[in-house]
């Protein structure tokens, strides 16, 4: 029964701000993707579920999927700082990854384990910094399963146009049911200055934030972490943001908020450098 109740306390965790009032705390976004479409095999390859393992060996195990992320190389992964915040129930010990699959139903989907989890100066008050990065136990290489990682930019990155969120989510805005199908929709990134008069007065886009939103499509309550992908003047994909936080869900005129990833990539590459 215990491990019931812990997952519980975790998924109460990442998903209580999101039901948050206009006038609480920017809402933290555990993605649900609304109105998006479904992703064909081999589409948005750099999608992971972070899942938490509740007990000791393999088939004892319960594995939960609590927020989204992407693979970046064979050995590491990044998601939201908010999604592993919390260090009395998410460890390295009991955190996976799971990775090259659509679909969460199917039997067996591949995973692995997390070495080291490292988190910005994150600021659960103003949502600054919010972004981790995952050392995984093992090269993905050696789990003979095919990935494909999506590129980090550089700190110079400008993304504009359309761009796409995925996620596992919610696909309606006052909940439901999670798909098993891994969701994807197509969102425009809009300047700084326009998001911010969007959210004043009562909310600050800090730098190292950035926007995005779309005729009635976002991301939402159920998978934060996952990845916001522009592509590049040569068509390159560029993992551009997490999920970070909102206002409601495909409100109009109201974006939603990512950590724009460009502005940490000296940290990242720094700390995968080092470790």
Request: some cysteine; charged content about 15%; proline content about 5%.
């Amino acid at each position: 029964m215990c491990r019931y109740i812990l997952i519980f306390l975790l998924w109460n965790y990442v998903t209580r701000a999101s039901t948050a009032s206009i006038a609480d705390v920017p809402a933290l976004r555990p993605t649900r993707i609304v109105n998006g479409e479904e992703v064909g095999d081999g589409e948005v390859t750099w999608q992971i579920s972070l899942q938490l393992s509740i007990g000791g060996s393999v088939r004892q195990r319960i594995m939960s999927h609590f927020c989204g992320g992407a693979i970046i190389n064979d050995r590491w992964a990044i998601t939201a700082a908010h999604c592993v915040y919390q260090k009395m129930y998410i460890t390295s010990e009991n955190l996976f990854v799971v990775f090259n699959t659509t679909n969460m139903k199917l039997p067996d989907v591949p995973n692995i384990g997390v070495e080291k989890i490292f988190s910005a100066n994150y600021s659960p008050d103003t949502k600054e910094n919010d972004l981790a990065l995952l050392k995984l136990k093992d090269s993905i290489y050696n789990t003979t399963e095919p990935f494909g990682a999506v590129s980090l930019p550089s700190e110079s990155f400008k993304p504009s146009g359309d761009c796409i969120v995925s996620g596992w989510g919610y696909q309606q805005v006052n909940g439901g049911s999670t798909p098993d199908h891994l969701m994807a929709a197509n969102v425009t990134i809009l300047t700084h200055e326009d998001c911010q008069n969007r959210f004043s007065p009562k909310y600050t886009i800090y730098p190292g934030m950035i926007c995005a939103g779309g005729n009635s499509t976002d991301a939402c309550q159920g998978d934060s972490g996952g990845p916001l992908v522009c592509k590049s003047s040569t068509g390159q994909n560029v993992l551009t943001g997490i999920v970070s936080w909102g206002i409601g869900c495909a409100t109009p005129n109201i974006p939603g908020v990512y950590t724009e990833v460009a502005k940490y990539a000296t940290w990242i590459n720094k700390i995968m450098s080092e470790n």
